[in-house]
C-alpha cells in the first residue's frame, strides 16, 4: 500500500488566519489525491478531488495543490466551523488515507 | 437525496464471520463505484475495499485482503461485505460510501452513517 504522511498532526490557528496541511506520498500519485474535512460525530466530507477541484458546495477558501508526491490543502481565512480533522486520501495505486490532521482553535 | 444505509454490525467471536449490508437509495446505483471505510472510535480513516460499477474489478486493503470480500446486487441496489476471519482490530465502524465515478479509483462523495462492528470474545 501506497503510505501516505500528513503534517502537522496538529494545527491550531485562530479564525481570520491561514491554515496549511501538508500530504506526503512515499511514491509518486500522480494527480489522484483527495482531501476530506471529518467534525467530531460526523462522518467525513469530500472538500478536494483530483489534487485540486473542489466538491460540489465547498467554499472558495479550500484550494488543493500539488503533484507527484507532495500535495498541500490550504484554508485561505479560516472560519469557526472549519476546526476539525483533516485526511488526505491517495487513489493511484490500490486506496490509502494519511493519518490526518487536527485543525485546533489556537 | 442519496442515501446509504448499513446494516450487519454487531458483535462476534474471533475467528468468526459477519455480512454487513449497504442500501443504496436516491442515485442510478449502477452507475458508480462502492466502497467500504472503517474507523476506529477516535482514530483515523481506513479504506477496506472498493468494487467497481458492475462488480468486474474489485480491490482490497492489505490488512483485510483473503478475509474480506466485496459484491454489489444492482438489480437490488446493493452493497455487500463479507467479513471471515475476523480479529480483534477489525473493531471499527464500517462505512459504506459512494466513490464519485463508476471506478474504485476516485474520491468519495458520500457516506453512510456506519454500522459497529466488535470482535471480542
Known amino acids: 500500500e501506497r503510505l501516505m504522511t500528513q503534517s502537522p498532526a496538529t494545527l491550531s490557528v485562530s479564525p481570520g488566519e491561514r491554515a496549511t496541511l501538508s500530504c506526503r506520498a512515499r511514491q509518486s500519485v500522480g494527480g489522484s489525491l483527495a482531501w476530506y474535512q471529518q467534525k467530531p460525530g460526523q462522518t467525513p466530507r469530500l472538500l478536494i478531488y483530483?489534487?485540486?477541484t473542489r466538491a460540489t458546495g465547498v467554499p472558495a477558501r479550500f484550494s488543493g495543490s500539488g503533484s507527484g508526491t507532495e500535495f498541500t490543502l490550504t484554508i485561505s481565512t479560516l472560519q469557526s466551523e472549519d476546526f476539525g480533522f483533516y485526511y488526505c486520501q491517495q487513489y493511484n495505486d490500490s486506496v490509502t488515507f494519511g493519518g490526518g490532521t487536527n485543525v485546533d482553535f489556537k | 437525496e442519496v442515501q446509504l444505509v448499513e446494516s450487519g454490525g454487531g458483535v462476534v467471536r474471533p475467528g468468526g464471520s459477519l455480512r454487513l449490508s449497504c442500501a443504496a437509495s436516491g442515485f442510478t446505483f449502477d452507475d458508480y463505484g462502492m466502497t467500504w471505510v472503517r474507523q476506529v472510535p477516535g482514530k483515523g480513516l481506513e479504506w477496506v475495499a472498493g468494487i467497481n460499477w458492475n462488480g468486474g474489478s474489485t480491490h482490497y486493503g492489505d490488512s483485510v485482503k483473503g478475509r474480506f470480500t466485496i459484491s454489489r446486487d444492482n438489480a437490488r441496489n446493493s452493497l455487500f461485505l463479507q467479513m471471515d476471519s475476523l480479529r480483534g482490530d477489525d473493531t471499527a465502524f464500517y462505512f459504506c460510501a459512494r466513490l464519485i465515478a463508476w471506478d474504485v479509483r476516485h474520491g468519495i462523495d458520500y457516506w453512510g452513517q456506519g454500522t459497529l462492528v466488535t470482535v471480542s470474545s
Open positions: 483530483d489534487v485540486s
